[in-house]
Nanobody, 124 residues
Framework: QVQLVESGGGSVQAGGSLRLSCAAS????????MGWFRQAPGKEREGVAV????????LYADSVKGRFTISQDNTKNTVYLQMNSLKPEDTGMYYC?????????????????WGQGTQVTVSS
């Protein structure tokens, strides 16, 4: 059974930075698709960034390009989301998700495994 555990959320002022971590367990392969999604109150869950851990291919939502960076540490089975220049509109619950088959996609419907989420709050 695949388990995903997020950490690193918190409260920060606009312009600040946070780094989220997602520790994965239960996978038999190191070649997986792992993504970060977020959901603000009253809004749908949206894809933020995705990485293919087998080759490093990444995909970002337009709203975070140039500010967020997704990365991996296969020795720790962990994926990170470095968030810089945070804006109030980045506020929401951030979820880690994973799947084992292509494509590299920001669509949440493709992802089978989900973490419990970590809250990010950006104040102006």
């Amino acid at each position: 059974q695949v388990q995903l555990v997020e950490s690193g959320g918190g409260s920060v002022q606009a312009g600040g930075s946070l780094r989220l971590s997602c520790a994965a367990s239960g996978y038999t392969s190191s070649r997986n698709y792992m993504g970060w999604f977020r959901q603000a109150p009253g809004k749908e869950r949206e894809g933020v960034a995705v990485i293919y851990t087998g080759g490093g291919t990444t995909l970002y939502a337009d709203s975070v390009k140039g500010r967020f960076t997704i990365s991996q540490d296969n020795t720790k089975n962990t994926v990170y989301l470095q968030m810089n220049s945070l804006k109030p509109e980045d506020t929401g619950m951030y979820y880690c998700a994973a799947k084992s088959s292509p494509p590299v996609t920001l669509s949440r419907y493709w992802y089978r495994y989900w973490g419990q989420g970590t809250q990010v709050t950006v104040s102006s």
